[in-house]
């Protein structure tokens, strides 16, 4: 990666470029530095999904993702706005993540997997949301992804939105191939 979107979306980044660049040792600080912002999702650290001794409290899921960035496992991309990093994508390899959903076959190789969108609220409505899918999927695929699944919901669940949203996925070719509970579709992209 990285990689720079000069199309910028309405209204929120004017004139700015959006530079994409995967979560790794040599950019984990801005990772640590988005997610400690207010309103950022340090109470997860973005290990709801993934394998770790549960419960776990902030402290140790923070810890458990920097083992797993340290180790070089994939576990997502930034978006940066002038020099900053401003929102994060879940994306990797599915067996990085426990059990998404239970038709899932885990002996099917070549799966990645989109878990997660942080935006914060005021850059939300922008199309930051779909230039970080839009990078996320060109991530998984030069990385070697043969198949994309996500599990969005509609946009009128009152949960899992941080999934992302059916429509957005829909636009960009995802086909539904089941539910994921009563509000998750599970949606593929192939290569």
């Known amino acids: 990666m990285p990689k720079r979107l ?6 929120k980044f004017d004139g700015a470029d959006i530079l994409f660049t995967e979560v790794t040792r040599a950019t984990r600080a801005s990772f640590e530095t988005l997610f400690e912002q207010p309103g950022a999702p340090k109470y ?8 770790s001794p549960e419960p776990a409290q902030t402290d140790e899921k923070k810890r458990q993702m920097m083992a797993l960035i340290d180790a ?3 576990v997502g991309i930034l978006a940066h706005v002038g020099g900053k990093a401003v929102a994060w994508c879940s994306v990797a390899p599915r067996e ?5 959903s239970k038709q899932q076959d885990d002996g099917e ?8 969108f ?11 949301a779909t230039a970080l899918l839009d990078a996320a999927i060109d991530h998984a695929f030069a990385n070697g992804a043969r198949i994309i699944e996500a599990y969005p919901v509609d946009e009128a669940s009152p949960s ?3 999934m992302g949203f059916h ?18 579709h599970v949606m593929r992209l192939e290569h």
Not at 45 to 50: E, G, S
Not at 96 to 100: A, D, G, H, P, V
Not at 118 to 128: D, E, F, I
């Open 96 to 100: 990085t993540y426990r059990k998404l």
């Open 44 to 51: 997860c650290w973005c290990m709801a999904w993934r394998h």
């Open 6 to 11: 000069n199309a910028s979306p309405p209204g």
């Open 72 to 74: 070089g496992t994939p």
């Open 118 to 128: 942080y935006v914060p609220r005021a850059l939300r409505g922008g199309g930051l």
């Open 167 to 184: 429509d957005m996925f829909a636009s960009r070719g995802f086909h539904e191939t089941g539910m994921a509970g009563s509000r998750r």
């Open 109 to 116: 190789t070549g799966v990645w997997s989109i878990v997660c």
């Open 160 to 162: 899992y939105r941080f």
